[in-house]
């Protein structure tokens, strides 16, 4: 199941909204991470960056096989050997990935989807004890120059408000990723295996 408003623009003008090293950076992803997973992975904008800067697996998920064609040829391209990327409904049918299996999940552009919640207890569910979770999402501003429709973009509370239902203890303030994005940080509660 697509997630409402969820058509992509072209690859060219998708990257002139994002700094993806800036984001990941300003959402704690460095070299002592171990495995990921993009849910959404798009055009791998987030995934390839993610892997070349991991010590372990990088997993992008999409329901678009066309997206995940693309981000294996271009992984391949890069020389990228710790990345698996797979066509899946992980809305329907969840990611495939086994309990308590990744360090980090990337929910990028994705929480207005009709049922967040089913998102975030989906990351909860893959996440290692101590693991983390990263939001970005559209800034809450009709002038940005992409985004969903205004009446299903949340909020940063919303986000804030999902996560901690979901069972994430967020700490720290609203991460400002410019020029059109916003971030949050949530972490599993429990020690890191």
């Not at 704690?28 to 697996?57: H, N």
């Not at 308590?100 to 990351?123: C, G, K, Q, W």
């Not at 569910?125 to 999402?137: C, D, E, N, Q, S």
């Not at 120059?145 to 720290?172: T, Y």
């Amino acid at each position: 199941m697509k997630t409402r408003e969820s058509g992509m623009p072209e690859e060219a003008r998708w990257r002139t909204f994002f700094d993806p090293d800036a984001v990941l950076t300003a959402l704690q992803l460095d070299e002592q991470t171990s495995d990921v997973v993009d849910f959404g992975c798009g055009y791998g904008i987030f995934s390839l960056p993610a892997a070349r800067r991991i010590k372990g697996t990088m997993y992008g998920i999409d329901i678009e096989a066309v997206m995940v064609t693309e981000c294996e040829r271009r992984a391949a391209a890069e020389g990228l050997h710790n990345t698996r990327f797979y066509q899946k409904d992980f809305v329907s049918d969840e990611t495939g990935l086994d309990d308590a299996s990744v360090d980090y999940a990337m929910l990028f552009n994705i929480l207005h989807a009709e049922t967040p919640l089913v998102l975030l207890r989906e990351a909860w569910r893959i996440l290692k004890p101590g693991g983390r979770l990263a939001v970005m999402h559209w800034n809450y501003d009709p002038t940005t120059p992409r985004g969903p429709s205004m009446d299903i973009r949340p909020h940063p509370q919303d986000c804030l408000r999902w996560m901690q239902e979901a069972g994430f203890e967020v700490k720290g303030d609203i991460i400002d990723l410019p020029p059109y994005h916003y971030g949050l940080m949530g972490h599993k509660k429990g020690n890191v295996s």
